[in-house]
């Protein structure tokens, strides 16, 4: 089966020339842009906050911010691009406040319960099984009431309108792979 994916489906819709380098000629991203890098470093402490996460005991932002810090120090190359103007300090204060609104908002982290980190959904087209549709969630989340949450994490500097989450491809996708996984 050959599978696609909201950002394989993404790419084609803005550049079926960058698709068809990408995907089907396979030729190497030259480097990896800055704003790839923060969303990564800020990821990974989402994934770590959640994978280690103790209801008696959340982590502080200054942990979070540690964590990330330590991490982009780790990663930190001469091959990060910054292509729009800002200095890598900016960013790096961005992906910080990205971490404080995220912690603001949610700490102690005890909304809802973590079923899955990274999980992967996959659904097949209806072609007879030649084509699917895959993704990895970042977290699938139970709430008290029975409720599934798919949660996919952004560092984009705009803020998503209600409008905007409610008719998000990507998550729409992920929800019918979810449901695919999910006994009947």
Known sequence: MHFYSHSRLNTFEHCPLQFKLKYLDLVPEPFETIEVF???????VLEQLFRTLSPENPPSLSKMLQSYHDAWEQKWNQDVR???GDSPLSYLHYGEKCLKHFHDTFAPFNQSTTVHLEQKLEFPLGDGGLHGIQGYADRISLRPDGTYEIHDYKTGRRALTRRDVDSD???SLYEIGYRALQPV
């Open 38 to 44: 923060v969303g990564k470093r800020v990821h990974e």
């Open 82 to 84: 910054i292509v729009r």
């Open 169 to 171: 491809r990507q998550l």
